[in-house]
């Protein structure tokens, strides 16, 4: 999934939908949130490209008196979009049921393309490397998820991110993406870990109390590294692939010394 606003805010009246009514409250407060925050920055007519825009807001160079009200709504929507991805996958973590119904349209496209239409997708099909049928799994019985659909919805991971079609053009915009992971990178979990300890922080006034503030600090990082050495060794036991994923790590260069032929 890599959706734009309107899309997004589809999928999630699709969900809404397919509840017939059980569809949880903040469901609907969520979306209208989420399409306040999804924004697209456009360049005006004889500006820079949206490659050269980004890479001056983000070095922080200066970029003209004109593109300044632009360049605070991109970093203003970077800042929210950390927060809102935690938000978004908090929810789906706490309404399970949404979760599969938000999976089964973003999978399956019924409402987006229609019942029975060829557009609508009802297989996953999936082949290993050798090139052997690796998985093949229906995506719905009867309209509803399958269980591989419920299979599937625990492991997507949602997240806002800029998307840019050309670095050359003049546009780029927010989308909603979808990530099939067995778990959290690194950085997913520290991040969300340092947002709920400051909302902590914010309830309960510690910052008032130093000594208060110490001790939950202290906390804090004991079980953040808990945490962090718990999911290194979940991860880690499912092969390299996986632990570069979770360290956010990516190989782009192999060398191999010490071979004679």
Same mark, same amino acid.
């Given at each position: ?9 589809? $999928?999630?009246?699709a ?14 407060k ?6 306040? #925050? ?12 949206i490659?050269?825009? $980004? =890479?001056?807001?983000? $070095?922080?160079?200066s ?8 360049a ?15 938000e978004?996958? *908090? #929810? ?5 049921? #949404? ?11 019924? $409402? ?31 309209? =509803? ?18 998307k ?19 778990? =959290?990178?690194? *950085? ?10 400051? +909302? ?7 910052? *008032? ?10 906390? #804090?990082?004991?079980?953040l590294? *808990? =945490? ?15 632990? +570069? ?17």
């Amino acid at each position: 999934m890599s959706a734009k606003k309107g899309e997004a805010l589809s $999928t999630f009246r699709a969900a809404i939908s397919y509840m017939d009514g059980h569809a949880p409250a903040e469901a609907d407060k969520l979306a209208k949130r989420i399409s306040k #925050f999804m924004k697209e920055i456009a360049m005006p007519k004889g500006g820079p490209t949206i490659g050269e825009f $980004t =890479k001056a807001v983000k $070095t922080n160079k200066s970029i003209g008196k004109a593109l300044n009200s632009l360049a605070e709504q991109y970093l203003k929507a970077a800042e929210v979009r950390k927060k809102m991805t935690i938000e978004l996958n *908090d #929810f789906f973590s706490a309404n399970e049921e #949404f979760s599969r119904w938000f999976t089964y349209e973003v999978a399956t496209g019924e $409402t987006k393309f229609g019942p029975e239409q060829l557009a609508t997708a009802n297989w996953v099909l999936k082949f290993s490397t050798n090139g052997s049928v690796e998985e093949l799994e229906p995506l719905s019985v009867g309209s =509803k998820p399958s269980k591989y659909i419920d299979k599937l919805s625990k492991k997507v991971h949602y997240r806002f991110s800029w998307k840019t079609p050309s670095s050359r053009g003049t546009k780029t915009y927010m989308s909603l993406r979808g990530d099939i992971r067995e778990a =959290k990178t690194l *950085d997913e979990l520290i991040e969300h870990e340092c947002h709920n300890h400051s +909302l902590s922080y914010l309830d309960e006034g510690i910052m *008032d109390n130093i000594k208060g503030a110490w001790e939950k600090a202290k906390k #804090f990082f004991r079980n953040l590294l *808990d =945490k962090i050495l718990t999911a290194l060794l979940n991860v880690a036991s499912k092969g390299l692939s996986q632990l +570069l994923t979770f360290l956010g790590m990516q190989i782009t260069k192999i060398s191999i010394v010490g071979l004679t032929y």
